[in-house]
């Protein structure tokens, strides 16, 4: 269920393999609030079936990061070579990639029913699929179905309010660049910014929904950074909203994602960089796992695998996350960014989904620039002072 990355990706692997799939969303594909990035390293999933010059993107050229309260900035440059394999990153209309993708699992033999679900139940010897048309049995099902997800929902437990987070912000329609923009803030931890897509720029600031900040309060703050950054002048904007999944490392570490007839991918499973927010290439990456989960231990096999080389890694995020947006680190981190090639370089990887946390510390600390601030951030220590 769902058409998003998870979804069509997992039904192409599926109908590749000469199975049976229905892809169920009454939805997609749609714009969605997300930044819309797509790394590299994403990009590298799917290469078999869509190219960068096949859906309507933007090229980033560079990366740059305000500190509005003290007037700086700092531009950390990225690879622009579109039709490169390593390409830093893209960022997409989310309605052209989820179309290419969805088409491709179309075109792989995958079936698209358009009616919405409205319940969902897995028995011992199939699964069965309540719809506004009918009733349909399979006997497995692939939970795609974003941060909300009504499998999720019925084979294991909904999030919590502390395990999501709002997008919000703006779409600004007729504007639009070749670099994002992001402002590293606080409260709450996160960073607001601007990703550009061919014909319209997304604005937002992403905060955690149990946080004590309303929607309107966030939606307000990222009203008043546009207009102070003039980021988009002349641009009509339109309001979202969006839940996504922010996980701490505690429940990295218990993650529900498999039973014997169903998994979960992609923001139904959890699978977002609680630092970066992003998930795309999580997404893609658990939907083609999961296609592969169907048989006698492919589910456990699956959760397995997921909590190995994804939870691990979010979770050593989750652990950075607060230390990472104190203000105090944040001003070092500008100042490393302006004056430093080699930090810029981290910055840079860190952005194209290449730079692991798990050596992320490791290379910090080598860095004479930001060693000691890295240091403070991992003990948990604020004795660091801003510039």
Partial sequence: MGAGPAGAWAAYTLARRGARVTIF??????????????????????????????????????????????????????????DAPDASLIVASRTAFDSALLAAAVDAGATVDTSRVNDISVGRHDVRIATARGEHRAPFVIGADGANSLVRRRVARPFPRAALS??????????????????????????????????????G?????????????????????????????????????????????????????????????????????????????????????????IGANGAHDYAARVRDEIGSELARA?????????????????????????IRAVMADLIAGVQPYRTLTRRLLATFELGLAWRALITGRNTLRAP
């Avoid at 079936?49 to 007037?71: K, N």
């Avoid at 600004?172 to 590293?184: K, Q, W």
Wanted: aromatic residues 8%.
């Fill in 205 to 293: 600031v992403c905060g955690q929904a149990d946080a004590g900040v309303s929607v309107d309060a966030l939606r307000a703050r990222t009203a008043a950074w546009v207009s102070a950054t003039r980021i988009a002048d002349g641009a009509r904007l339109q309001p979202y909203s969006w839940p996504i999944p922010s996980l701490d490392a505690r429940a990295f570490a218990a993650l529900d994602l498999a039973g014997p007839r169903w998994t979960l991918a992609g923001d139904a499973a959890g699978l977002v960089d609680p630092i970066t927010r992003e998930g795309i290439y999580f997404a893609l990456l658990s939907g083609q796992w999961a296609a592969g989960a």
């Fill in 166 to 203: 709002i997008a919000t912000g703006f779409y600004a329609h007729g504007v639009t660049s070749d670099e994002i923009v992001i402002e590293l803030v606080a409260d709450p931890p996160g960073y607001i910014w601007s990703f550009p897509r061919p014909d319209h720029l997304a604005i």
């Fill in 318 to 342: 989750a652990r950075l996350k607060t230390g990472f947006f104190r203000p105090a680190f944040t001003g070092l981190l500008m100042r490393a960014l302006t004056t430093s090639p080699a």
């Fill in 25 to 82: 969303d009454p939805s997609h594909p749609r714009e969605k609030p997300c930044g819309g990035g797509v790394t590299g390293r994403a990009l590298a999933v799917v290469s078999d079936a869509i190219a960068p010059h096949d859906v309507a993107a933007c090229v980033i050229r560079a990366a740059r990061f305000l500190d509005s309260p003290r007037g700086h900035s700092a531009v950390v440059p990225l690879a622009h070579t579109r």
